[in-house]
């Protein structure tokens, strides 16, 4: 059988053709004639602009060397200004920011709609920046070389074509990078197979190759640290999404060093951290999955295994990611899904590493970002870092601290956007279907009488890729949803990170389905619990999570009545195919191999929903411009629906790339359409 026998609906994978592309405009018109037309939606839209639009949103930083980077997109401003403080004017409620590169000018000056991509600045002078472009939100960008003293691009400087690229200074006038040299120079993942050394000058396709990796290998990567006195160059053989091998560069020769394939290695000054994702035996101890360790790295890569554990997990808590100030590790770490923050310090070399609990606000969700400059001998910001602090009910706070006190400076703060006066949240748990007890944060609506009258209900979920649902402040949710009446619930469903890498690897490959076991057990709970009933309840997931609740809307149709579906794997058959697919073999597995096809053809949306089936009204959401997950995935699993006889709606950005809108106007029509279908569907708005 041909395979658009076996699949007619092929012809939409075509991204960018005018067949694909009008079916898309014919789809959009009509979703947005329809959910428009909704009496609440212009003051539902400008509710959410005015949020995303917000002058007093905190302006978050980064340091390069004596400047605070920011990228700031307001109403005049919509695809952003790259621009620059100093730490003192940071401080002001207003300070004054000096501007470096205007997107949007740059965009008409150069007749492109540029999304800013990032920058690489080579320390300590940080004058010399590899400057990332994406046109329309893609992952693929243009690379060029600017000069932030002049604010200008380099006039004959590094330039590269638009591609999946990765770059690394070496010195002022040399580089490593990846990218899209030519037939070849790709994974099967379409990222970087080849990793060139390429001096200034020097045409790109001239660039020596020091490193490559196997075809079906994810990517080929390497970083350089030019911290003084421990320079040294790492190229990573990135296996999988969850396996690496890494080579110091010793002289000429790469040397591997010895770790396991799944566990995370990172130098820091004189010592080396590695976080595990498996158990580790070694040297007589064995260290479970979640641990964070620290060692000397000389000896380590003598072969010594003398290890001090700076997180060990427990059923509760788990690692939720760390960061490195001069001296300290500042571990963060999830308590029953809620963060609590901790320093580690080894006051001499020979003394033992010493824990402080750091006294922070508590449940909520924090994170601290070091301050220190490594390049630089003498830094007044060495023990420095930023805290940001947040829940559900309490805007951002970004606050300064030192990892020597408990004493904080509070720097910015964002707005109430909305009335939290009433409103409650509460940790839940509800049973799966094999007796695992699954947390879930619900968020009450004012007046709302828990368990007496069943309201609107928005449960959200994710459940893959070790990635944690950890509270978060939302005005868009807030004036959208909660402010306006309904329940917001945020599942904690296996797949994800919230319990450590056990939590997330119960339920990869063929144990996929635990994830979909997990959020039908949430819905049950909450409609045992009458929370809501099944015609109140509707679920939402983008990415991963759109394959969730693609899957969990198939199996379990009874329990919903809308389904917004944002940028989704739906056709598992040929995920692998389609753009960055290939990547996420680790977590799904490979359709073309008979024993993994056994799986994941029971969940996999597009090859299971028939004619005839009673299901909830679904909402996809997309983007033409994503290159990481295909828009075909929506537009396919759409048509066949609609041919099918199922009442949906679909509508595809142009841009927008995987997060699926480029600019806060854009951002404010997806979610207005998003926020109204949910209402109209759920609560008879």
């Known amino acids: 059988m041909s395979a658009s026998a076996e699949d007619p609906y092929l012809w939409l994978e075509d991204v960018q053709g005018e067949r694909a592309l009008q079916w898309v405009r014919e789809r959009n018109a009509q979703t947005e004639a329809e959910l428009q037309a909704d ?7 400008q509710a959410i602009r005015e949020v995303l639009d917000s002058r007093e949103q905190i302006p978050y930083v980064s340091r390069r060397g004596e400047w605070f980077y920011n990228l700031w997109q307001d109403a005049d401003n919509p695809r952003g200004l790259w621009r620059r403080t100093s730490l003192a004017e940071y401080r002001k409620p207003a300070p004054a920011w000096e501007t470096v590169i205007d997107l949007d000018a740059l965009g008409k000056a150069e007749g492109e709609n540029w999304v800013w991509g990032g920058a690489t600045c080579l320390g300590p002078e940080q004058r010399h920046c590899l400057v990332s472009l994406s046109r329309g939100g893609a992952d693929a960008r243009v690379v060029r070389e600017f000069d932030t003293v002049d604010k200008r691009f380099v006039e004959g400087g590094f330039s590269v074509p638009e591609a999946k690229t990765s770059v690394s200074w070496i010195d002022k006038d040399t580089l490593y990078i ?6 070849g120079s790709l994974t099967d993942s379409g990222y970087p197979r080849v990793v060139k050394r390429w ?17 079906q290998d994810l990517a080929a990567s390497v970083s350089v640290d030019h911290t003084p006195g421990h320079e040294r160059t790492v190229f990573v053989r990135v296996v999988d999404f969850y396996s690496s091998q890494v080579m110091l560069l010793q002289g000429d020769r790469l040397v591997p060093i010895d770790k396991p394939d799944d566990a995370q290695l990172s130098f820091w000054r004189e010592r080396v951290l590695i976080e595990l994702r498996s158990d580790w035996a070694v040297a007589g101890t064995t260290w479970p999955r979640g641990s964070l360790l620290v060692a000397d790295a000389a000896g380590y890569l003598k072969g010594e295994r003398r290890f001090t554990s700076l997180f060990t997990p427990t059923a509760t808590r788990s690692l939720d990611g760390w960061d490195t100030t001069r001296s300290t590790v500042l571990v963060n770490v999830l308590d029953q899904v809620a963060s609590r923050l901790e320093a580690w310090s080894q006051p001499t070399p020979a003394s033992p590493w010493q824990r402080r609990e750091v006294q922070a606000p508590f449940p909520g969700k924090l994170s601290a970002t070091a301050l220190h400059d490594p390049l630089l001998t003498s830094d007044p910001l060495a023990e420095a870092y930023l805290l940001n602090a947040s829940d559900f009910l309490r805007p951002d706070a970004l606050l300064l601290g030192d990892t020597g006190s408990d004493e904080r ?6 707005p109430t956007f909305f009335d939290a006066d009433g409103m409650q949240v509460e940790q839940r748990f509800a049973t799966s279907q094999d007796g695992t007890p699954v947390p879930y944060f619900v968020i009450w609506p004012r007046q709302a009488e828990p368990g007496r009258q069943p309201l609107p209900t928005l449960l959200y979920g994710y459940g893959g890729f070790e990635v944690s649902m950890t509270p978060f402040y939302s005005g868009s949710v807030g004036r959208s949803w909660t402010g306006a009446g309904g329940v917001f619930v945020y599942a904690n469903i296996r797949g994800g990170g919230e319990f450590g890498p056990g939590w997330h690897q119960a339920a990869i490959l063929q144990h996929k389905q635990k994830s979909y076991d997990d959020l039908a057990a949430v819905a049950e709970d909450l409609i045992a619990t009458k929370v809501t009933t099944p015609a ?9 999570g759109g394959l969730l609740v693609g899957a969990v809307m198939l199996q379990r149709p009874e329990l919903f009545k809308a389904v ?11 995920y692998h195919r389609l753009l960055a697919g290939a990547s996420w ?9 008979p024993e993994d096809w056994a799986f994941i053809s ?5 090859q299971n929903v028939k004619p005839g089936q009673q299901l909830p009204k679904v909402l996809f959401v997309t983007s033409t411009r994503d290159d990481r997950v295909h828009p075909g995935h929506a537009r396919k699993m759409a048509a066949r629906m609609l041919d099918q006889g199922h009442a949906l709606l679909y509508w595809e950005n142009i841009e927008g790339g995987h997060g699926g809108a480029a600019d806060n106007g854009q951002r404010a029509q997806m979610q207005a359409l998003e926020y109204t279908f949910l209402w109209q569907q759920l609560g008879g708005r």
Not at 178 to 183: A, D, P, V
Not at 199 to 215: D, I, S
């Open 564 to 574: 917004v579906c944002q940028v989704p794997l739906l056709d598992m058959k040929r």
């Open 602 to 606: 029971h969940y996999s949306p597009y």
């Open 178 to 183: 990846g990218s899209h040299f030519g037939e």
């Open 409 to 414: 400076e509070l720097l910015k703060s964002r």
């Open 199 to 215: 001096r200034r000058g020097q045409p790109l396709g001239e660039a020596q190759m020091v490193f490559e990796v196997e075809q």
């Open 536 to 544: 109140q309840l509707g679920i939402q997931g983008g990415s991963n």
């Open 585 to 593: 073999m680790a977590e799904y597995g490979d359709p073309d191999k």
């Open 39 to 45: 009496p609440a939606f212009v003051a539902r839209k």
